[in-house]
């Protein structure tokens, strides 16, 4: 890895301060660390806000559930507020990587990287989520933009996601064996206002599958969606599976999804 | 360079290290404490499994700097007047080991699991030890040591 300043800040005025083109903000590191060890980034300044203390935390309100940017996985999975509140979301967390990587791993963490094939993003989608940063409130579906993409500006930091709870919600995924990363994911949730089916690990970016979520508001139930049809393009294809297999795991993925609701 | 103070097997250590020192090189470089294994060093196979203030981390994934004021345990810390710790003989008898390489990665985090997990079943060590990889014994006997510790932890 190649060498770099590493600066712990206590508030997130003084790390917004200190960012600048060639810097990171630092919280788990599950995907920063690993991706300057392979030499696929490199920073002039490590930015840690792992003791912005402001950052962590889980607050359930009526109708929503704000997770601190700094939370790891292995906290909102064991939140017995989250499971009560959005159980699926608790789900989620607890099958993300391995044990140490949800000990360490934060959601802000991972909805700034957007990994296509990350967890959090499609609940994002699918929960209505508004993420706070330090200057604004961001939709989800504002926010994802494309591949390892966001609408983050430069030195612009997460401080927390903003889940709103919906009736019912469940999230299924194909992970692969070896990381766990999702194959194919399917998040869908059910509100007064209409269903959302947030798909990962399909395309390039995570989105809000427009015919299952219509189909699915018009009637609840996995047979709903027999007669849909999923096109392949655009879909990934790669070693772990070709961009047909995908399609056909969306559907799949959504009826799972639905009948586990 | 940044002045790193940690609780490293219950012994306060303070040293001055480079700013990208990850724990894995802070101990097995600066401390000597080999016991801690790098495998692929981007955190995926878990033979550098450590205890960060009570919980399991890959240590060649978080650096020094930001661990500061925490306590670590490694694998040199398990023995306690020359005995060694119920999951580590849990192992020895169990057979859960070949080449050993992974079996330091793999006992720390069987120890975080039981400290959970009281009485886990086959599949709950399974999933728990998704982290952690082992090349030679197809897993069978590492399941079975660690429910052996179980039973006796």
């Known amino acids: 890895m190649k060498t770099f300043n590493y600066h712990s800040s206590k508030d997130v005025k003084e790390a917004t301060k200190l960012a600048s083109s060639n810097s990171a903000f630092l ?67 607890e099958g993300i990587g391995d044990p140490q990587v949800r000990n360490k791993g934060t959601i802000g963490g991972s909805i700034a990287n957007n990994d296509p094939s990350a967890d959090y993003p499609s609940a994002c989608i699918a929960l209505n989520a508004i993420i706070h940063t330090n200057s604004r409130k961001v939709s989800a579906d504002k926010f994802f933009t494309g591949m390892f993409e966001t609408s983050l500006k430069k ?24 990381s766990r990363y999702a194959i194919v994911g399917v998040y869908v949730a059910k509100y ?10 399909a395309k390039s970016c995570v989105y809000n599958d427009k015919n299952i979520a219509d189909a699915l508001s018009k009637n609840f139930s996995s047979s709903a969606l027999d007669n849909i049809k999923i096109s392949s393009s655009g879909m990934n294809s790669d070693i772990h599976a070709s961009a047909e297999y995908r399609a056909n795991m969306v559907k799949i993925f959504a009826k799972k999804a639905v009948d586990a609701c | 360079m940044k002045k790193v103070n940690l609780e490293v097997n219950g012994k306060k250590v ?7 020192t990850v724990l894995s090189v802070f101990l097995r470089e600066v401390l000597n404490l080999t016991g801690t294994h790098v495998g692929c060093d981007t955190s995926q196979c878990g033979a550098c499994v450590v205890h960060v203030d009570g919980k399991s981390i890959k240590s060649c994934t978080a650096l020094a700097a930001d661990l500061d004021g925490s306590k670590v345990t490694t694998i040199e810390g398990l023995v306690t007047n020359g005995k060694m710790h119920p999951m580590q003989e849990a192992f020895k008898k169990q057979h859960g080991l070949q080449c050993g390489f992974c079996t330091p990665g793999m006992v720390m985090s069987a120890i975080d ?24 014994t197809g897993y069978q006997n590492i399941v079975a040591a660690v429910k052996e510790a179980a039973s006796k932890m």
């Open chain 1, 155 to 178: 030195g612009e930091l997460i401080e927390a996601v903003e889940f709103q709870i919906p009736e019912k919600s469940c999230y299924q995924k194909y992970p692969n064996p070896a």
């Open chain 1, 192 to 201: 007064k206002s209409g269903v959302n089916a947030g798909v990962t690990g």
């Open chain 2, 113 to 136: 699991l039981l400290n959970h997990k009281k009485n886990p079943t086959d599949k709950e060590i399974r999933d728990w030890l998704e982290g952690n990889i082992c090349r030679c």
């Open chain 1, 27 to 93: 919280a788990g590191g599950m995907t920063t660390l690993p991706s300057m060890k392979l030499g696929l980034a490199s920073y002039k300044d490590i930015i840690d806000i792992k003791r912005i203390k402001k950052l962590s935390g889980i607050k359930v309100s009526g109708k929503t559930v704000t997770i601190g940017a700094i939370t790891k996985h292995a906290e909102v999975a064991h939140s017995k507020e989250v499971k009560k509140a959005i159980s699926s979301l608790s789900s989620l967390a």
């Open chain 2, 14 to 20: 303070s040293k001055e290290v480079a700013d990208h």
